[in-house]
């Protein structure tokens, strides 16, 4: 039914949207199209009430977190006894300290890097120390087979850290499989490389990538689509020590 | 639509999203504090913005986390988001706490004569308009640094773009681009984790 002509001011009006919601004034041919186009009416209508709700709650985000005891009463409550055998091959460490393994592993790190913002890479000639290798068990994701799994350690190299993940099981597919960091308190990741045939790979661990935040790593199958955000979890397990 | 930095951020942010809601219903043993860490905060704003008693939002806090991590297995991440699903659950922590509150109230205004309840409506609308604002500004918080700015003049300053421009030496064209793509980013924020309207 519509023209080109049409379909150009409609994607116009469909940029000026969020401006519109703002008060800000459009072109008139915009405005004409916006009012007799059902959808941008709608849009408009969804923008304007999440305007009013940023204005309305103008400093109701004060940033407070709650207190410490909170966390400790949650963990208490969905503590259960330790399970009695972890599953064949993957983690062979006691429940309570895997629980608390990151936990360990962000305040050790914190000593350890003294004065460089713990695990942050940049502090070029430390060299020698090797007690900072870290190691995760990777668990098979839903929807991948069972008997899936791999290890991932990371250890100080000259340029940073070396994240080394050899794999086992992966089928072979049409496609490839990529390596993340994955940081669960800011939920950002970040693409360190792909596995190479043998379902190993070595990478350098990207800079300024702080491993007590981006603590999870993540193996992630991936089609050859061009598209090369995260596409769907086979393996993953946090980094221990 | 070119791809910039920003929006390969929200990706990557949106895949996390998906892995850690993964890991929570398939009960990953870190997935617990990683949702914590990453809603604890919003879930507690939640409580304490509804209940004035600061002891009572911890505890609503608390009860929130728990049922969710001992519900986990109703959770379906094909049907909505985590942080959605957690707000739900405060949301119902909530108002089962305002209505007992409620109740309380009528008692003592019955004894004592004291007139406007707390409540003039529901008090399942006002803990929605709370928890509605709470989520959209937890997204603003979480906006790259230039488009929160911009968007925070814009709403509490109330400035025009070409002021705007004109105030952070943007040019005019980038600042209608991060209203864009901010404002969407939190109506998307607020489609996927806010009280759904009626």
Redesign the interface.
């Known amino acids: 039914m519509s023209s080109p002509h049409d379909r150009d001011v409609h994607a116009r009006a469909q940029?000026d949207?969020?401006?519109l919601?703002?008060g800000?004034n459009v072109s008139p041919e915009v405005s004409a199209h916006v009012a007799g186009c059902d959808r941008c009416r709608q849009e408009l209508a969804?923008?304007h009430?999440?305007?009013e709700?940023?204005?309305?709650?103008?400093r109701?985000?004060?940033?407070?977190?709650?207190?410490p005891?909170?966390?400790e009463?949650?963990e208490a409550?969905?503590t259960t006894p330790a399970p009695a055998a972890a599953p064949a091959g993957v983690v062979s460490l006691p429940?309570r300290r895997?629980?608390h393994g990151?936990l360990a592993a962000a305040a050790t790190v914190l000593v350890l890097g003294a004065g460089a913002g713990g695990w942050a890479v940049g502090h070029s000639g430390t060299g020698g120390s090797t007690a900072q290798t870290a190691r995760a068990s990777l668990?098979a994701?839903?929807g991948s087979t069972e008997n899936v799994d791999g290890i991932a350690t990371v250890r100080p190299s000259a340029h940073g850290y070396q994240l080394d993940v050899t794999t086992s099981g992966l089928p072979a597919r049409d496609g490839y499989y990529e390596v993340w960091l994955?940081?669960?308190?800011s939920?950002?990741?970040?693409a360190v490389g792909t596995l190479g045939t043998g379902g190993r790979g070595t990478f350098t661990v990207p800079a300024g990538i702080d491993l007590s935040a981006y603590h999870?790593v993540?193996v992630s199958a991936q089609n050859y689509d061009g598209n090369a955000?995260?596409q769907r979890?086979v393996l993953?397990g946090?980094l221990d020590r | 639509m070119n791809v910039e930095p920003a929006d390969v951020e929200q990706l990557m942010s949106d895949d996390a999203e998906r892995v850690l809601a993964t890991a929570f219903a398939d009960g990953a043993d870190w997935a617990l504090r990683a949702a914590y860490e990453r809603y604890g905060g919003l879930i507690y704003r939640i409580a304490r913005r509804s209940l004035s008693v600061p002891a009572e939002a911890e505890e609503v806090t608390q009860a929130t986390f728990v049922s969710a991590w001992q519900g986990r297995t109703t959770y379906d991440a094909r049907r909505g988001s985590l942080g959605g699903w957690l707000v739900g659950i405060v949301r119902r922590q909530v108002v089962d706490r305002l209505r007992v509150l409620e109740r309380e109230q009528r008692t003592v205004e019955a004894v004592t004569r004291v007139a406007e309840p707390p409540w003039q409506a529901d008090p399942g609308e006002h803990a929605d308009l709370v928890i509605d604002r709470l989520i959209v500004a937890d997204a603003l918080a979480r906006l790259p640094d230039t488009q929160r700015r911009v968007l925070e003049l814009a709403f509490y300053d109330d400035l025009t773009h070409q002021q705007i421009a004109g105030m952070t030496g943007l040019p005019l064209g980038t600042v209608k681009s991060h209203v864009r793509r901010g404002l969407a980013q939190l109506r998307r924020n607020w489609e996927v984790n806010g009280v759904q309207p009626a």
């Open positions: 940029d949207l969020a401006s919601a703002l800000e969804a923008y009430h999440v305007v709700l940023a204005r309305s709650g103008d109701v985000d004060d940033g407070a977190v709650p207190p005891a909170v966390w009463r949650i409550a969905v429940s895997l629980r990151w668990h994701q839903p994955y940081a669960p308190s939920n950002t990741m970040v999870v993540d955000a995260h979890s993953q946090p």
